[in-house]
């Protein structure tokens, strides 16, 4: 299975201010999600990122507020921008195995004040 | 659209009871379905999936789910539970791309 960082692991943050969440894999992949996990809720999808082209947003995720860098295939970025309490979540980053199953990483828990 | 409901949010067993999880799930097309496991303080980790072939698929830990496709669902079982399965567990299904994930259920498991 791939072996998935992030960074940080936790923050917390100002209102009105910007995230920066990065995501590590050990290996070359295509393809890396972004996912949203709210408190006491389950995971709900943000956006699709491919190397090479803009990524591919869920409905109700806009890239001016969750702008995502794939500069190569084992990196992506993901920002949390002009933040409110109510984008208090942990954001997990997540690819697909060789057998279409996928893994995720540790998560980034964040608090808005 | 793809979508997955899990009817169970909180489950209270004791240790040794047997365990079954429900999840259904929405799409007209061919799926790949999931179980995840996330334990305290830990991230997502799959416990067990089908693709194809025998819809009775084993996992780790003693788990195990079956896929009904008459009945668009894809139940969690495990006939003695322990203590360290004290949990919450995701049923996630695969259509097109996306993986969608349900809402969960929490499992505490009382020794």
């Known amino acids: 299975s791939a072996v998935i960082s992030q960074k940080p692991s936790r923050d917390i943050c100002q209102r009105g201010t910007s995230l920066t969440i990065q995501c590590q894999v050990d290996?070359?992949?295509?393809?890396m999600f972004w996912y949203r996990q709210q408190p006491g809720q389950s995971l709900t999808l943000i956006a699709t990122?491919?190397?090479?082209?803009?990524?591919?947003?869920e409905s109700g995720f806009v890239i001016d507020k969750f702008p995502i860098s794939r500069p190569n295939l084992t990196f992506s970025t993901l920002t949390v921008s002009n933040m409110s309490p109510e984008d208090s979540s942990i954001y997990l980053c997540?690819?697909?195995?060789?057998?279409?199953?996928?893994?995720f990483g540790p998560g980034t828990r964040l608090t808005v004040l | 659209a793809q979508s997955v409901s899990q009817h169970n949010h909180h489950v209270i067993l004791s240790e040794a009871a047997s365990l079954e999880l429900g999840c259904n799930y929405s799409?007209?097309?061919?799926?790949?379905l999931f179980w995840y496991v996330q334990y305290p303080g830990q991230h997502l980790q799959l416990l067990l999936k089908y693709f194809s072939g025998d819809p009775l698929v084993k996992g780790i830990k003693g788990f195990e789910a079956e896929f009904i496709k008459s009945k668009f669902s894809f139940n969690l079982r495990k006939p003695s539970v322990q203590w360290s399965d004290t949990a919450e567990y995701f049923c996630a299904v695969k259509g097109t791309d996306k993986l969608i994930f349900g809402t969960g259920t929490r499992l505490q498991v009382f020794p």
């Open positions: 290996s070359q992949v295509t393809m």
């Open positions: 799409y007209g097309g061919t799926v790949n």
């Open positions: 997540s690819v697909r195995g060789p057998y279409n199953e996928q893994f």
């Open positions: 990122a491919n190397q090479g082209s803009e990524a591919t947003y």
